[in-house]
């Protein structure tokens, strides 16, 4: 039930994305969420990490318009290739300034992690790794050998382009774990 009173919250659908330099460009996504019944705005700016602007992406700042009814919009971010072979760098976008009806949710920040074609060490088409395992609440796994996680290309980048990353679950596990990958 929506009451006319209940603000619009606007954030990130992930905390990081993820693109090869080569890509051209990378999409974030604003999801909206509580209230949909209002126009609502929120502005949005790239800022500097390990990845430079002008040099790994293009600066980028503007607003986002969700009109009633509307639950996601989205951010493009132009990546800039070069013929260096660098490590994977890193870019923020924020989300401030809501106008209208509006807060800004959680993630309202965001990592863009930048993949380099040059370097042999890193690759666009590796599977995301699992970099860290944490014990879920909950449920414990019960005759699971394998969970399937499909990714899908969100942006539209690669005409459609799916990865699928397979985890295994190990015989005698008791409970389940929740992976986070970069």
Known sequence: VVKDN????????AGAYHAAESAGIVVATVIRTVSYTESVSIDYTTSDGTATAGVDYTETAGTLVFEA???TRTVSIPLLDNDQEDQTKSFNVTLQSPGGEALPGSPAQT???IYDDENPDISDSE?????EMLPADGAHLQEVDQI???LSDEGS????AAVTQTIKVLNGDSQPVVGIIR
């Open 148 to 150: 399937v996680i499909t």
């Open 157 to 160: 980048l690669i005409d459609n």
């Open 127 to 131: 599977a995301p790794q699992l970099v």
């Open 111 to 113: 990592a863009i992690n």
């Open 6 to 13: 209940e603000i619009a919250v606007l954030q990130f659908s």
């Open 69 to 71: 009814g509307e639950t």
